[in-house]
């Protein structure tokens, strides 16, 4: 995984956010909102928080009093969360590496991190720093993707872009977002991180957006996609989010489309 695949910089975020956001992450993100809630937890963190998108969600449901803490490694992410959110005291906005988190050990009741452990250079590092800094009883929630042929839009994406690449097809959908889904690999990463009671539930939603053309300018221009495209030649940009349209539109028809779309997700205890 490159930098530029971590810190989803330059025009990214805000395209991320406005594109990809509602189309594939607010569902997963309401559910975990409601997760996280329970219990009503004093302390909470949230690591890889992208743009925002659980923050928004899961702040309303906080008491009062909570302390809410969200971290991503990019700060051109966390800036565009912070202008999203309505003025909150309870909430600090702090760049922090999940791998090397900038806290005491047992300072919060939960640590969630929703589709951002694929990320991760080291993932038994990064739920090790959750579970130190977890209180004892604490929660860490997590969510990430099921493999790419579970989720119709990010396959039919890859497959349209790799056709205008055959030597060297773009790959960060598949291998990054989509590379981490093995349930037992999963389990087996978190009991090295020492967590000990694991549920994983694999759930399965759908993703909707007003046209297929949504769907190409999400993926070739709201992640790092575009970054895998340009490199290989930048003047293909617009006929690659042709062609994905194309195909999203040939299987899903030309008017709003919707397409299935499945995730895991874990919560675990020490």
């Known amino acids: 995984m490159t930098e530029s695949d971590r810190m989803f910089a330059g025009s990214i975020p805000k395209l991320y956010d406005t594109l990809m956001v509602p189309m594939i992450f607010e569902a997963y993100a309401a559910e975990m909102a409601v997760l996280a809630a329970a219990g009503l937890p004093e302390a909470v963190l949230e ?32 800036d565009h969360a912070a202008t999203r959110q309505p003025p909150d005291g309870r909430i600090e906005w702090r760049q922090a590496d999940a791998l090397d988190l900038p806290f005491e050990d047992a300072t919060f009741d939960v640590v969630l991190c929703q589709f951002g452990a694929m990320f991760f250079p080291d993932r038994v590092a990064g739920y090790a720093e959750a579970r130190r800094v977890l209180k004892p009883g604490g929660r860490f929630l997590l969510s990430v993707w099921d493999r790419i042929e579970e989720n119709a839009f990010a396959d039919e994406v890859s497959h349209a872009v790799a056709a205008l690449f055959p030597h060297d097809p773009p790959r960060f959908i598949a291998c990054t977002p989509h590379g981490y889904h093995d349930v037992a690999l999963i389990r087996e ?11 994983i539930e694999t759930r399965e939603k759908a993703s909707h957006a007003p046209s297929a053309r949504h769907v190409a300018t999400a993926y070739c221009q709201g992640t790092p996609l575009r970054n895998e495209i340009e490199v290989r030649d930048a003047s293909l940009l617009a006929l690659a989010m042709d062609r994905v349209a194309q195909a999203i539109a040939e299987r899903h028809g030309n008017g709003p489309v919707s397409g299935k779309m499945q995730a895991h997700v874990v919560a675990a205890a020490g």
């Open 47 to 78: 690591t890889a928080a992208g743009s925002g998108v659980v923050t928004r969600a899961l702040a309303p449901r906080l008491g009062v009093g909570a302390r809410y803490v969200v971290t991503d490694l990019s700060q051109a992410m966390l």
């Open 189 to 199: 990463e978190l009991r090295r991180a020492g967590f000990t009671d694991i549920a």
